[in-house]
């Protein structure tokens, strides 16, 4: 069974950093391509960022790009995502899902919440 | 304002069929498949469609998807009470190098 649970989360003052862990079980962890999905509170679901299996290649949403870093360790099956000089919009609820070749987003997990707040 | 448009809200009464569309441009829809999401209140989302049209195991065949040039459409036939909660398109956009998704659509069941 496919299994991914975040962690990480936390309240944090404007610019501060934070870093995100995704632990993945019940799959081929490295065969897989991972992103992180964020929902505000009350709103939509907003994709982040995209890392391929071997962590070569790494894709960013505009809003975070320059700001937040995406990487993983196959060696621990764990995806992360480092947050710095975090802004009140950054407020949500960060999910990490597997990246399944023309399936999209197949699996999820149930998410960590991040509050940016002074 | 979400790359992919569409309608906000959406309703159906039990047994009927629904239908929520998902507008797009070249560079996602036009051009790549189109994966649908269903987000039950206070839960994660779930793939219920994914390359325009397939069902994983285990999502009913009251779901049902398509695509035609830049737009695609979820289709729920036979609509139960449990089907209530946020519908989401999504898609690779080539032009942004990322994944776009649809604001959201909630689903009431009257």
């Known amino acids: 069974e496919v299994q991914l649970v975040e962690s990480g989360g936390g309240v944090v003052q404007p610019g501060g950093s934070l870093r995100l862990s995704c632990a993945a079980s019940g799959f081929t962890f490295d065969d897989y391509g991972m992103h992180w999905v964020r929902q505000a509170p009350g709103k939509g679901l907003e994709w982040v960022s995209l890392i391929s299996g071997d962590g070569g290649s790494t894709y960013y949403a505009d809003s975070v790009k320059g700001r937040f870093t995406i990487s993983r360790d196959n060696s621990k099956d764990s995806l992360y995502l480092q947050m710095n000089s975090l802004r009140s919009e950054d407020t949500a609820l960060y999910y990490c899902?597997?990246?399944?070749?023309?399936?999209?987003?197949?699996?999820w997990g149930q998410g960590t919440l991040v509050t940016v707040s002074s | 304002q979400s790359v992919l448009t569409q309608p906000p809200s959406a309703s159906g009464t039990p047994g009927q069929r629904v239908t929520i569309s998902c507008s797009g441009s070249s560079s996602n829809i036009g051009s790549k498949t189109v994966n649908w999401y269903q987000q039950l209140p206070g839960t994660a989302p779930k793939l219920i469609i994914y390359?325009?049209?397939q069902r994983p195991s285990g999502v009913p065949d009251r779901f049902s998807g398509s695509k035609s040039g830049t737009s695609a459409s979820l289709a729920i036939s036979g609509l139960q009470s449990e089907d209530e909660a946020d519908y989401y398109c999504a898609a690779w956009d080539n032009s942004l190098n990322g994944v776009v998704f649809g604001g959201g659509t909630t689903l009431t069941v009257l």
């Open positions: 390359r325009n049209n």
């Open positions: 899902a597997n990246d399944v070749p023309n399936w999209g987003l197949a699996y």
